[in-house]
């Protein structure tokens, strides 16, 4: 774990660009609730976190570099927004059951991490995640199938919420449109879950 740290720690050192939100984040932004609480998971410098933080929503970020946090910190201060920033192991300790409103990953998979992550969304919660697929064009992402879905995964890990949008182009059609790198899901717990 120690060499994973490392490895972000290095490139956030590196990276003094703003972070943006996700694709799939700023496309459904519409789909937000007004207040709530809302966790960015595996942040990385935290872009997604100053979104929803600028949304009001009570916003966590949990990274496992403290450069990423780091920079995240200064970046919240510079907006005038309040996040509950921390470096913390995801993996080791994933999030409490019923915890959050809304929950974003991008561009980090843990497969295992699923049925916590979906535990932890309240009734009625979103799930909004967007990372690399194996049907993608040569050269862009990672190219370990680890790290790579594969075609409709994310459909099939999380078939316990109710769909709200999903796209995943792949190869098909015209290579120079579209989101052709990713999957982008939007999915909602169902109200009467318990």
Same mark, same amino acid.
């Given at each position: 774990?120690?060499?994973?740290? =490392?490895?972000?720690?290095?490139?956030?050192?590196?990276?003094?660009?703003?972070?943006?939100?996700?694709?799939?984040?700023?496309?459904?932004?519409?789909?937000?609730?007004?207040?709530?609480?809302?966790?960015?998971?595996?942040?990385?410098?935290?872009?997604?976190?100053?979104?929803?933080?600028?949304?009001?929503?009570?916003?966590?970020?949990?990274?496992?570099?403290?450069?990423? %946090?780091?920079?995240?910190?200064?970046?919240?201060?510079?907006?005038?927004?309040?996040?509950?920033?921390?470096?913390?192991?995801?993996?080791?300790?994933?999030?409490?059951?019923? =915890?959050?409103?809304? %929950?974003?990953?991008?561009?980090?998979?843990?497969?295992?991490?699923?049925?916590?992550?979906?535990?932890?969304?309240?009734?009625?919660?979103?799930? %909004?995640?967007?990372?690399?697929?194996?049907?993608?064009?040569?050269?862009?992402?990672?190219?370990?199938?680890?790290?790579?879905?594969?075609?409709?995964?994310?459909?099939?890990?999380?078939?316990?919420?109710?769909?709200?949008?999903?796209?995943?182009?792949?190869?098909?059609?015209?290579?120079?449109?579209?989101?052709?790198?990713?999957?982008?899901?939007?999915?909602?717990?169902?109200?009467?879950?318990?």
């Amino acid at each position: 774990m120690q060499d994973l740290q =490392s490895k972000w720690d290095t490139r956030y050192s590196n990276n003094n660009d703003a972070p943006l939100p996700c694709q799939v984040l700023r496309e459904h932004a519409h789909l937000l609730p007004e207040s709530g609480k809302a966790l960015d998971l595996a942040c990385g410098m935290g872009g997604n976190a100053l979104f929803l933080a600028a949304r009001g929503l009570e916003t966590t970020a949990w990274d496992l570099s403290p450069v990423g %946090i780091t920079k995240l910190r200064q970046h919240a201060l510079k907006q005038s927004v309040t996040i509950d920033a921390q470096s913390r192991d995801v993996i080791a300790a994933p999030p409490q059951a019923n =915890s959050y409103d809304v %929950i974003v990953v991008s561009y980090f998979l843990e497969r295992d991490l699923f049925p916590a992550l979906l535990a932890s969304l309240k009734p009625g919660g979103l799930f %909004i995640y967007e990372t690399f697929i194996q049907d993608k064009p040569e050269g862009i992402g990672p190219s370990n199938p680890e790290y790579l879905l594969e075609q409709n995964e994310l459909l099939t890990r999380c078939q316990s919420l109710v769909i709200r949008s999903y796209r995943e182009e792949g190869q098909l059609g015209d290579m120079e449109k579209g989101a052709r790198n990713v999957a982008l899901l939007v999915g909602q717990k169902p109200v009467d879950a318990l």
